[in-house]
């Protein structure tokens, strides 16, 4: 039975859970997403400091002539108190000594034979830089299913950490189906195609996070296809495409539910792309989608990426939205939801002219979609939509209506 476009992707993230974690140094858990949460176990700074070269003062010797006490490094201890008609020479992150009071910048002090002259006005607690004012002790500094960048990289080695807790990165095996289908490194013959999608899934794949395995094309024999099915089946993830339609050898949908798939569903309602099904093998899920380049990577985007997502552990697995306007006018059929590729140049979105299922040349030049409801059959220029992101690597944490209504 067909269902909709946010019942499919409502069933993707209801049913796909991330698998299992394990203990990566910092250095190799880059692009990975944090299993559990991390507390501080001590205050960032650790101490008061200066964030300026300058001198450590006491607000009362504004406008004052004082005398150079002492010299603090960063790395040194802190000097003990200091009185008034006194300051503390002080470098940048050098600890501030007992009753500091506000930081004046080298700049800023007038030098004379006996000292310095302050200026005039002096702000409490200027250029210091409290302890526990970055993180606090005891307080979640880095949170689960968040992903691990060279930022975060900082927030851990500032913690003295050096291993965390990350989910494993998803297992994806791709195939497709086809007797006439060739990999591109094959001599072809003038009945063949070249096979694009299996290259196109597998760097996608590894784009999003996965450590991806290529099968070589199966058959159009249910023998074949149980071969490829049961040498994938240790996966994450199982992606097809090809042979989920109704032609005479379209054998793939049959063959994993020969095997056992529990199907969670067949068809969706969607232009193009509709003969996509999602199941589950074992513990290892399902998602055949159509032979047709466009309509494969459409759905690919559409469903495959928060299925990945998912499987990754993050809990930004909901589609990125990006509010634009539409360059010009585009008219398109009514009755179906449509998705259509466009390019994208940061303040308008203009839809590929011609784009039909079958067509590759579109893929390169899509830097996001939008998607239409049954109703709409023409954009208007200026027009304010609200794009799909496909280049950025841009997902929220936050479920939004993309639909253009």
Partial sequence: MTISIEEALETIYTNVQAKSTHILAIEEALGSIVAKDYEATFDLPRFDNSAMDGYAVKVTDANKEVQVKEITYAGDMAEDAFSEGEVVKIMTGAPTPNGCEAIVAI???EVTAKGIILPSNIKQNNFIRFQGEDIKAETTFLKAQTKVTAYTLALL????????EVYRKP????FSTGEELKAHYE???GHQLYNSNAPMFSARAKELGCDVSYISSAGDSMESLKNAINNAKDADLILTSGGVSVGDKDFTKEAFIELGMKTYFSGIDIKPGRPTNFGKLGDCFVINLPGNPLAAMVNFEMFVRPSIAKLTGTNSFYHGLITTKIKSEHKFKVGKNAVMLGKWDGSTF???K???PGMVAPLD???GMI???KEISSLKAEQVVKMIAIKLDFQSEKKEDFFIR
């Fill in 354 to 356: 011609g784009q039909k």
């Fill in 157 to 164: 080695s500032s913690q003295g950490i050096t291993h965390i």
């Fill in 365 to 367: 030049k899509a830097d």
């Fill in 371 to 373: 998607v239409t409801t």
């Fill in 171 to 174: 297992k994806v095996v791709i």
């Fill in 107 to 109: 700049e800023d002090v």
């Fill in 187 to 189: 001599k072809i013959e």
């Fill in 350 to 352: 203009e839809v590929i």
